[in-house]
């Protein structure tokens, strides 16, 4: 069982401040570690992974630093996003040189046991190069997997996969977590985090944002004020059944759009309200469009809370 | 200090068909122009010493020198996949000299022993001209990959400026330009080479061979030093 400490972490380049002044621990289960492109995911991982130096801070596997620590490796399994990797040799050659880097005392062994876990016996003694983008996901996640390492790393391991790929995958490090891994991986999607992660660390804009269970996030993010634009046969009336409910918070007639700006604050009783005090009015509803539904505006608002 | 999987891996990625057929070209080309050469003009020490000096050493090793220097590890920088040597518990500096080993293997196969072969074909090793070439080529070697694998580790524009050093300062102003010769790989060798051929072979160097032999020394070493270092330190940025 190993923990990854973060503490006080910050990291820039020139004066762009990437990574600022970020504690967290990533304790054995799966973790996500979750923020939109550019939050500075990648920075962290390759800090935890010793690709990188902490400016200012720590960054440790329980208590030895990880950077410039080629040690550390006999812990750690990594998965990077980039998709370099041999392409001229095949599946099981790649493995296989991954098992014997790490100086294992059996290499042929490890590195079929790794390849058997994914599931890519039946493509092993193919080329990387002709693999799909899955195929060498999965070889790419056997060779972080060949020691049996107790963190396992992974940066944006679902981009370009197919659905059926991304199960299998959840699966496997679902397996991997609740052997008592620490598996962290990154992503800018909610719902892939969700699905996965029994605890979620959000970064955004560089801050540590928010931490806990994908419960606790879910609810950061849906008890926030919610924006809609609604169009209706009679937008005034609307507007005066609506706000005397406690789940709105404020109405506004925007003239120029010929539409209702409406603030609510309880997503899940304002969705039951509003179809149900229109049809009670007798108003026919023409357009109803959240405002402000995109990814971005919701971690903005996790920062500003 | 050696890492037979790390050696295996450059040796393969070094070998692919293109650059296999890159490295390849010169020295094919300098056993032809040998066969033509004594073909027409029939054993002649000084047009030996001239193809040999002139094209062999001026030229075709440093190119040889860059394509497998720079080759041994830029594109895995390039393309990432150096991730999974670097994150092994693997000491850096045995990552950099394996592959300088594999670089000078390459680079000798490539020109000490095509040089030999040519010089033989030349004049059949009248006045050891050929084994004087030979040698100067295989010290060359040595220095070059130490060379262009340090550049591999620090620029991502490796090639474009070994090739200019190669082209410009070795096979030009190294040849030409007299201050600039006591800076020039070619000229160390060559100092060797002027040691081990006949007196009459008229092959001559402007470095003495104590200092020539220093400066190699210090250019292999010093540059294998560094890359090792810059190695350890290697940030794969450039994904955010």
New interface residues.
């Given amino acids: 069982m190993t923990t990854i400490h973060i503490d006080r972490t910050s990291r820039w ?1 020139g004066n762009v401040v ?1 990574v600022n002044d970020i504690t967290m621990q990533i304790a054995p289960g799966v973790t996500g570690l979750l923020g939109p492109n ?1 939050a ?1 995911k ?2 962290l991982i ?1 800090m935890m ?5 902490p400016s200012n801070g720590s960054v440790t596997l329980d208590s030895t630093p990880i950077w ?1 620590n ?2 550390a ?2 812990q ?1 399994g ?1 998965v ?7 392409d ?2 095949t599946g099981y050659e790649f493995v296989l ?2 098992a ?4 294992l005392p059996d290499p042929p062994a490890a590195a079929r046991a790794a390849l058997a876990t994914v599931e890519m016996e039946y493509a092993q003694e193919r080329k990387i190069s002709t693999y799909s983008k899955g195929m060498r996901q999965r070889v790419k996640m056997a ?1 972080a997997l060949v020691h049996e390492p107790s963190v396992l790393l992974l940066d944006e391991p679902f981009n370009g996969m197919d659905p059926r790929q991304r199960m299998q995958l959840m699966e496997l490090l679902r397996r991997m977590g609740d052997e008592g891994r620490t598996v962290l991986f990154s992503s800018h999607i909610l719902e892939e985090v969700e699905q996965l992660a029994s605890h979620i660390e959000v970064v955004v804009a560089g801050r540590h944002a928010a931490s806990g269970d994908f419960r606790k996030i879910r609810r950061l993010m849906t008890d926030r004020p919610h924006r809609y634009l609604v169009r209706s046969s009679d937008d005034r009336r609307l507007a005066a059944a609506l706000i005397a409910d406690a789940s709105t918070a404020g109405i506004e007639l925007d003239w120029s759009e010929q539409a209702l700006r409406i603030q609510a604050i309880d997503f899940t009783r304002f969705t039951e309200l509003l179809p149900r005090v229109a049809r009670e009015a007798g108003i026919t509803l023409y357009a109803v469009s959240p405002s402000d539904e995109s990814l971005e505006s919701v971690f903005s608002y996790l920062v500003a809370a | 200090m050696f ?4 050696a ?2 450059t040796y ?2 070094l070998l ?1 068909r293109r650059r296999a057929l890159m490295l390849a070209a010169l020295p094919v080309l300098l056993l032809v122009v040998a066969a033509a050469v004594r073909g027409m003009t029939g054993a002649d020490d000084e047009v030996t010493s001239e193809l040999l000096g002139g094209f062999a050493l001026a030229t075709m090793v440093p190119l040889v020198g860059v394509i497998a220097g720079t080759g041994a590890i830029g594109p ?1 920088i ?4 150096v ?10 500096p045995t990552i950099i000299v394996t592959k300088l080993v594999v670089a000078i293997g390459v680079t000798v196969a490539f020109t000490a022993v095509p040089v030999l072969v040519a010089g033989f074909i030349l004049n059949g090793n009248s006045q050891d001209i050929a084994v004087a070439f030979a040698l100067a080529a295989a010290v060359a070697s040595i220095a070059y990959s130490a060379l262009f694998l340090l550049l591999g580790t620090v620029s991502r524009h490796a090639v474009v400026i070994g090739l200019g050093y190669a082209l410009i300062w070795e096979a030009l102003v190294g040849s030409l330009v007299e201050g600039a010769k006591t800076l020039s790989v070619q000229q160390w060798a060559l100092a060797l080479a002027e040691k081990v051929a006949g007196n009459g072979a008229d092959v001559s160097s402007s470095v003495a061979l104590p200092a020539a032999l220093v400066l190699l020394a210090v250019v292999t070493v010093g540059g294998t030093w560094f890359a090792g270092q810059k190695l ?6 450039g ?2």
């Fill in positions: 380049f990437a550019g500075g990648s920075t390759h992974g010793g690709f990188l130096a410039r080629e040690q490796y006999r750690i990594l990077p996003e980039r998709e370099g990797m041999y001229f040799l040189a991954n014997q880097l790490h100086q060779s | 890492n037979p999987t790390v295996r891996l393969r990625a692919g895995e390039d393309d990432g996949s991730v999974y040597l670097l994150a092994k518990p693997v000491k850096r350890r330190t290697l940030t794969l940025a994904e955010e």
